[in-house]
């Protein structure tokens, strides 16, 4: 595509301005993405690429070698900042990089200072601006490396260089943990599919219950003998639910079909149980909270962690609706903490790894720390989010009007176009592509223990305790008509059909023999 416009465009500026619009259009997030790239003729203006039209950088000598103070501040993989004795800084990484070839290829020499507050730069509520920003803008700094995300804020106080990167930001947390949960064997199910399953089951016991009553053979029963068929045939359902055995098939037609459309269902549901329990018991999932800032914000007990000073800092201070004022709302409540560049890295070891903090900064960033975290203890200590958000076009800025600009953005734009940059940042990102694409899933072989099944002891012990204040309840029932008069149990017989039906129980379950026997004098105590 460069050579396409490169082709179409012969003028120099607008090949360069097309240039840039490339690289936004090529690095477009996916449809998850918040934010979008500000960019705008003035920002296109700010940029520096208004410079090309004036002279040809490349023939750049300035008659006498120039000394430029140059504003940095950490910021890894980017640059790390070193102080030696006396206050001597020295700096490594692909800004680093950067700056040599720079002072190489234009002949200058520089000094580094850094920011007081160790920021990189936004507005005060006084209308002045801290951080390496605030040095360029009151003339403090010639440069700062940076890099700096285009803000139309900071495009009218400085000017920016030919773009470095476009970077995005990301979310880092802690990764979870695949621990047992004592409450899995739920999880075979979701919870509405038990809510259908217990609906099912009442209104198959409603059905049995009216089948009983309005049974024609059921006339000559008296109402407490339907209440237990009824009882006793809903219980064998819900022995079915649990696996048992039925004991007893109902008689009548239409209790039987709706018996057999409960069966079939209660035997797909519980196969789909079965089968499901064993993968989950085998396989333990990596519980994930957070993917999005919608799941942060939502997410009251994490804490958010950002950089002071930044692009979305100001942003944020700035937003009236959407997901940034929630954001800026989560951090007047108090969720919110601010930190320098440098200290970012010890956040992340510290508070991120084992505490419910989220770390809001840009992917390179993230990429770095998840890298390091593995090439330290060969674990993957860190998630970053699916979601990608507020995306940025990174360079480095210098004072309105400074001439040696033209020149540098002739030289980055070589760099960038010759991948050098991309190359001096592989190299600060070792081991990052362990932990992008960890698996969510583990396969277990270690036996089970009580951690991970309490949970159905748990059940087992409650349905124990029931059971026992069921019995409780019985035993006072009997004790209760232990002292009422002994009545005679055939006396209480009226007609024939319930002394028959005490005969077959006599002959079938005491096995006692003779039908005779029925006739006998029997005693309640």
């Known amino acids: 595509m460069a050579l396409l416009v490169a082709g179409v465009c012969r003028s120099r500026p607008v090949f360069l301005i097309l240039m840039v619009v490339v690289m936004a259009v090529q690095c477009v997030p996916p449809a998850h993405a918040v934010g979008a790239v500000w960019l705008t003729g003035t920002n296109l203006q700010s940029l520096g690429l208004n410079n090309f039209s004036k002279e040809n950088p490349d023939n750049y000598r300035p008659g006498e070698r120039l000394r430029?103070?140059?504003?940095?501040?950490?910021?890894?993989?980017?640059?790390?900042?070193?102080?030696?004795?006396?206050?001597?800084?020295?700096?490594?990484?692909?800004?680093?990089?950067?700056?040599?070839?720079?002072?190489?290829?234009?002949n200058f020499e520089y000094t580094l200072v850094r920011p007081e507050d160790g920021m990189w730069g936004a507005p005060n509520a006084d209308g002045t601006w801290n951080g390496m920003?605030?040095?360029?803008?009151?003339?403090?700094?010639?440069?700062?490396?940076?890099?700096?995300?285009?803000?139309?804020?900071?495009?009218?106080?400085?000017?920016?260089?030919?773009?470095?990167?476009?970077?995005?930001?990301?979310i880092l947390v802690k990764r979870g943990l695949a621990e047992p949960n004592p409450?899995?064997?739920?999880?075979?199910?979701?919870?509405?599919?038990?809510?259908?399953?217990?609906?099912?089951?009442?209104?198959?016991?409603?059905?049995?219950?009216?089948?009983?009553?309005?049974?024609?053979?059921?006339?000559?029963?008296?109402?407490?003998?339907?209440?237990?068929?009824?009882?006793?045939?809903?219980w064998e359902q819900f022995a079915t639910l649990c696996q048992q055995t039925m004991t007893y098939v109902p008689k009548e037609a239409s209790s039987r079909m709706l018996v057999c459309v409960w069966l079939m269902t209660v035997l797909v549901i519980m196969r789909s149980y079965s089968g499901a329990l064993t993968s989950l018991l085998a396989v333990?999932?990596?519980?994930?909270?957070?993917?999005?800032?919608?799941?942060?914000?939502?997410?009251?007990?994490?804490?958010?962690l950002f950089e002071g000073s930044t692009a979305l800092t100001a942003y944020m201070s700035e937003a009236k609706t959407g997901i940034f004022a929630e954001l800026k709302d989560?951090?007047?409540?108090?969720?919110?903490?601010?930190?320098?560049?440098?200290?970012?890295?010890?956040?992340?070891?510290?508070?991120?790894?084992?505490?419910?903090?989220?770390?809001?900064?840009?992917?390179?960033?993230?990429?770095?720390?998840?890298?390091?975290?593995?090439?330290?203890?060969?674990?993957c200590d860190f998630y970053m989010a699916k979601e990608v958000y507020f995306p940025l076009i990174f360079c480095i800025i210098g004072s309105q009007g400074l001439p040696i600009m033209p020149a540098i953005n002739f030289r980055i734009q070589s760099l960038v176009e010759?991948?050098?940059?991309?190359?001096w940042m592989r190299e600060q990102l070792q081991n990052e592509t362990a932990c992008l694409r960890a698996p969510t899933s583990i396969s277990v072989n270690a036996p089970y223990n009580m951690r991970g099944l309490w949970g159905v002891f748990m059940v087992l012990f409650g349905g124990l305790f029931v059971s026992f204040i069921t019995f409780l309840f019985e035993l006072l029932i009997h004790t209760c008509h232990r002292y009422e008069k002994p009545q005679n149990l055939v006396g209480l017989l009226d007609n024939s059909y319930q002394k028959r039906m005490l005969d077959i129980y006599v002959k079938e379950h005491l096995k006692l023999g003779s039908r005779s026997l029925s006739k006998h004098r029997l005693e309640v105590y």
Not at 134 to 145: F, H, P, Q, S, T
Not at 285 to 304: C, F, G, T
Not at 334 to 360: C, H, I, M, P
Request: proline share 3%; net charge neutral.
């Open 418 to 423: 010759h991948d050098l940059y991309s190359e």
């Open 330 to 379: 989560a951090t007047e409540a108090g969720r919110s903490q601010f930190l320098r560049a440098s200290e970012l890295f010890d956040a992340a070891f510290t508070l991120v790894k084992s505490q419910d903090y989220a770390l809001l900064v840009e992917e390179t960033t993230v990429r770095k720390i998840m890298a390091d975290g593995f090439s330290s203890t060969g674990k």
């Open 183 to 234: 409450w899995g064997f739920l999880n075979p199910l979701r919870p509405m599919v038990w809510l259908g399953l217990s609906l099912a089951f009442v209104l198959v016991c409603v059905g049995l219950w009216t089948l009983v009553f309005l049974a024609r053979d059921n006339g000559k029963r008296d109402t407490s003998t339907k209440v237990a068929v009824a009882l006793h045939q809903c």
């Open 133 to 170: 920003l605030g040095m360029v803008k009151r003339n403090e700094a010639d440069l700062a490396l940076g890099p700096f995300g285009i803000t139309e804020a900071r495009a009218s106080v400085v000017e920016f260089s030919q773009p470095i990167m476009i970077d995005y930001f990301r």
């Open 68 to 106: 430029l103070r140059v504003a940095v501040e950490e910021w890894v993989p980017h640059v790390k900042v070193r102080e030696g004795k006396g206050g001597h800084l020295s700096i490594q990484g692909p800004m680093a990089n950067l700056l040599q070839a720079l002072a190489v290829a234009l």
């Open 284 to 304: 333990r999932q990596i519980p994930i909270k957070i993917n999005s800032l919608r799941d942060l914000v939502m997410a009251k007990e994490y804490n958010l």
